[in-house]
């Protein structure tokens, strides 16, 4: 059990989190209308771009900039320091947002401003992530779960709200609209403008703050002399088991997520073509559904978090990581079986006109987003935790890796849904994330094992020791 003393979350989270919504606010905000600015006319205020080719291109940006993440994080542990490497971060990226204000169909225009933004995700993505781990000692278990508990509904928050006011620039207050309502050419020029306005909040806010709220809390690539012995020795043996666990989290993490992203494909066609959207004589909006995830995530967040701590004071204790994990992705193959028994009420035939009540679909997001509190964050805990001292930033570009890789393989099980159909995928989908999940649970000894939790506040109390020797003599 924790000590009480170190109950308490420093003031340097509240820094954090507010500029990862702003930072998540103006990123979802462009995700939300990227694609059709590509393909949009140019009479009409987009670039013009071929569809097909502008599908492919934006699938290599959105995947590459995932993979950035890991040069990010090898390049702030190097040489930069998380601070710097999130000041950066936000600069490229309102230069980047600006870029893409003045782009042209000419390509090199897109290309050298997706590029900028590539850097942005690099440098700035993984790291921001990893600074909330860096804000507490390694000892601090169930405090970093909690952390990035509430990390994460910072995440959500800006993901919630950034794609509906980003519409209303896109579609409504800067677009030019006919007398018949219909838009004559979009505001999305403006929404890149607007981005870029956001991103130089971020820096600004970041900046100010971090000298008196961060200190030195990731603000060198090294904490000090001191620390820079412990944490640049060669990798010991548990160093080593550390890494096989961290390595059977990765595989587990890359498939709870290839499962969980049928939200963005699968989920989203069949909820447009076969599920009843008519609440009171109004009709919701298929991506309206996805952001009910992120708004069930802004609630449900904190109150995860502060779960965790206080189970953590009870005699029993806090749950190991790897059932919380296994817990998580059994409870997200069990919003497959509800979809499954949603698709039964029409007989599994989504062509026949008959409709999907969306209380099924609702009770699946309630599932996934649960599943996803149990994994998510403290998976990225668990990364950074348990990651060598000299490879923490490193290690959060490693944890997003896994999404990159999801995405790709959630785009074939996607495909699965035109050879065989849906309630044979779901099916599928569903029973191999319970079973994975039953599976972690059984493997949280061995991943105990290799975790060497237990050793944690000896490696905190060793560094403090060595600090504290330095400042001493200096």
């Excluded at 690099?122 to 278990?141: F, T």
Aim: glycine share 10%; hydrophobic share 50%.
């Amino acid at each position: 059990m924790e000590k009480k003393e170190k109950m308490k979350h420093p003031k340097g989270l509240h820094l954090v989190n507010v500029t990862t919504v702003i930072q998540n606010f103006y990123a979802y905000g462009i995700i939300g209308f990227m694609i059709l600015f590509f393909t949009t006319g140019t009479s009409e205020g987009g670039l013009g771009l071929e569809k097909g080719f502008a599908v492919t291109l934006y699938g290599y940006y959105a995947a590459a900039g995932y993979m950035m993440a890991l040069i990010g994080g090898w390049l702030a542990d190097k040489y930069l320091g998380l601070q710097k490497s999130i000041i950066l971060g936000t600069l490229f990226s309102c230069i980047g947002y600006i870029a893409l204000y003045f782009s042209t169909s000419e390509l090199w225009t897109v290309i050298s401003s997706l590029i900028l933004l590539l850097v942005a995700a690099g440098i700035g993505k993984g790291n921001i992530s990893a600074i909330v781990g860096a804000l507490y000692e390694r000892d601090q278990v169930t405090m970093k779960d909690a952390a990035y508990s509430i990390f994460y509904m910072a995440i959500n928050i800006g993901s919630l709200f950034g794609p509906i006011v980003f519409g209303l620039i896109t579609d409504s207050w800067f677009a030019n609209v006919a007398n018949d309502g219909k838009i004559v050419s979009y505001g999305y020029r403006v929404g890149f403008l607007a981005a870029a306005a956001l991103a130089f909040l971020q820096f600004a806010v970041f900046a100010f703050f971090a000298p008196t709220w961060l200190k030195d809390k990731g603000k060198y690539p090294t904490a000090s002399k001191a620390a820079k012995k412990s944490v640049n020795h060669p990798l010991t043996k548990i160093d080593m088991d550390r890494m096989k666990a961290m390595a059977v989290m990765f595989v587990f993490s890359t498939l709870f997520w290839a499962a969980w992203f049928q939200t963005q494909t699968s989920f989203a066609i069949l909820t447009q073509k076969a599920v009843d959207r008519n609440i009171f004589g109004w009709t919701v909006p298929t991506p309206w559904l996805v952001s009910f995830n992120g708004l069930l995530c802004a609630i449900l967040a904190p109150v995860f978090g502060a779960f965790w701590v206080k189970l953590s004071k009870t005699k029993r204790g806090d749950l190991d990581t790897g059932t919380k994990m296994g817990l998580g992705m059994i409870i997200s193959g069990l919003a497959f079986v509800v979809m499954v028994l949603g698709l039964n009420t029409i007989n599994g035939d989504v062509e026949s006109g008959m409709k999907i009540n969306i209380m099924y679909v609702l009770l699946t997001y309630v599932l996934l987003t649960v599943g996803e509190l149990f994994l998510s964050p403290i998976g990225m805990a668990m990364f950074n935790k348990l990651a060598p001292a000299k490879y923490a930033s490193l290690a959060m570009g490693i944890w997003y890796l896994t999404f990159s890789l999801a995405n790709i393989i959630s785009g074939y099980l996607a495909k699965l849904t035109v050879q065989l159909n849906y309630t044979q995928v779901f099916t599928y989908i569903g029973g191999v994330v319970i079973v994975l999940g039953a599976v972690l649970v059984l493997l949280k000894g061995y991943l105990n094992k290799y975790m060497h939790i237990d050793k944690l506040e000896e490696e905190a109390k060793a560094i403090a020791d060595a600090e504290e020797k330095e400042a001493e003599v200096a």
